[in-house]
């Protein structure tokens, strides 16, 4: 899998630990100039032997241009049969197979790209603060449409390509390799781009500022990153996106209509993965109260990282789990 994040604290090591979980060997990774400890969780989960990490201190959103680096990275250094690029709010699923590499394998040979379909993940206006993203978003949004109203777009997988080159967006990968777009979906993705509006403002400042800073891409490229951006500039970012959280009534009506679907296989996972997961302590740090596998029931993300940091004061809490597991 490629990876390309930045300032992502609050998701990262979940994407990580739910991927190498269902099948990924490896994780070809970009930090973008995190300043919130992203870089130092990618750095724990490569002393941990699974990530190789690069970075990417450039902030114009050369996208296309990074994740096309990895992707012939995971090609030509580490013998990948088949190659995920994911953002860090994008959780693959296979469709009818237990794992990603099971369902990528049953793909006929003549076929080297397969379009994964992307479902948003919501919170249920019933729960309140649940404690945590992953214990409030458990609503499938099964239309998922832009601001515009158009569909979001799907993303692609492929056959590894020393020569591949991916689009901005992971909408699309071309390479000699590739061959044809295979006509079935072994994939889907469960997507969680909106994670309470501290997150989302950050990831507009970050995106939106990166996209006015690129002069590569047209300008209809991020245009979501953009008219937020404008958004946030006028300082009307904060009433938009609560305008766009369900209320209790539309949750009602989705749910009758079939356009909301109750879906809490994220949560489910991630919860159950604590206990094996390759840096517990990181996964454990994401989700926020802890699960009952853990033998720490009650504890939240705040509370552990304090409780870590009276075992061994005087570095960041991060570095903190690394030691402690090693």
């Known amino acids: 899998m490629t990876l390309l994040v930045r300032d992502e604290i609050d998701v990262v090591?979940?994407?990580?630990?739910?991927?190498?979980?269902?099948?990924?060997?490896?994780?070809?990774?970009?930090?973008?100039?995190?300043?919130?400890?992203t870089a130092e969780v990618l750095e724990a989960y490569r002393d941990a032997g699974v990530l190789e990490l690069l970075h990417e201190p450039s902030l114009d959103y050369e996208q296309g241009r990074w994740v096309t680096r990895m992707a012939r990275r995971a090609a030509t250094g580490h013998g990948a049969d088949w190659v995920v690029n994911a953002d860090a709010d994008e959780f693959f699923w296979p469709v009818a197979a237990a794992r990603l590499d099971e369902a990528l394998a049953g793909v006929p040979a003549e076929f080297g790209l397969v379009e994964v379909r992307r479902d948003n993940l919501v919170a249920d206006p019933s729960l309140g603060s649940a404690g945590g993203w992953t214990r409030e978003l458990v609503l499938r949004d099964t239309e998922s449409l832009s601001t515009r109203g158009t569909r979001i777009g799907a993303k692609v997988c492929h056959r590894a390509d020393p020569d591949v080159v991916v689009d901005v967006g992971n909408h699309h990968a071309a390479g000699?390799?590739?061959?044809?777009?295979?006509?079935?979906?072994?994939?889907?993705?469960?997507?969680?781009?909106?994670?309470?509006?501290?997150?989302?403002?950050?990831?507009?400042?970050?995106?939106?500022?990166?996209?006015?800073?690129?002069?590569?891409?047209?300008?209809?490229?991020?245009?979501?990153?953009?008219?937020?951006?404008?958004?946030?500039?006028?300082?009307?970012?904060?009433?938009?996106?609560?305008?766009?959280?369900?209320?209790?009534?539309?949750?009602?009506?989705?749910?009758?209509?079939?356009?909301?679907?109750?879906?809490?296989?994220?949560?489910?996972?991630?919860?159950?993965?604590?206990?094996?997961?390759?840096?517990?302590?990181?996964?454990?740090?994401?989700?926020?109260?802890?699960?009952?596998?853990?033998?720490?029931?009650?504890?939240?993300?705040?509370?552990?990282?304090?409780?870590?940091?009276?075992?061994?004061?005087?570095?960041?809490?991060?570095?903190?789990?690394?030691?402690?597991?090693?």
Do not use: C
Not at 19 to 30: I, N, P
């Open 176 to 326: 000699p390799l590739l061959g044809a777009r295979a006509p079935q979906r072994p994939l889907e993705i469960l997507h969680v781009p909106d994670r309470g509006y501290a997150q989302y403002e950050r990831k507009i400042a970050n995106g939106g500022a990166a996209m006015a800073a690129n002069t590569v891409y047209e300008r209809g490229v991020g245009w979501h990153w953009r008219e937020d951006y404008e958004l946030l500039l006028d300082g009307r970012l904060a009433e938009a996106h609560a305008a766009r959280q369900r209320t209790p009534e539309q949750a009602r009506v989705g749910l009758a209509a079939g356009t909301l679907v109750p879906d809490t296989r994220l949560r489910d996972r991630l919860e159950a993965l604590v206990a094996r997961a390759v840096l517990p302590e990181a996964l454990r740090a994401v989700l926020g109260p802890a699960v009952e596998a853990t033998g720490t029931a009650g504890t939240d993300g705040a509370a552990e990282a304090a409780r870590i940091a009276e075992a061994a004061p005087g570095s960041p809490w991060w570095k903190r789990w690394v030691t402690r597991r090693t």
């Open 13 to 37: 090591a979940a994407t990580i630990e739910h991927h190498l979980a269902s099948g990924v060997d490896f994780v070809v990774a970009t930090d973008n100039g995190s300043r919130d400890g």
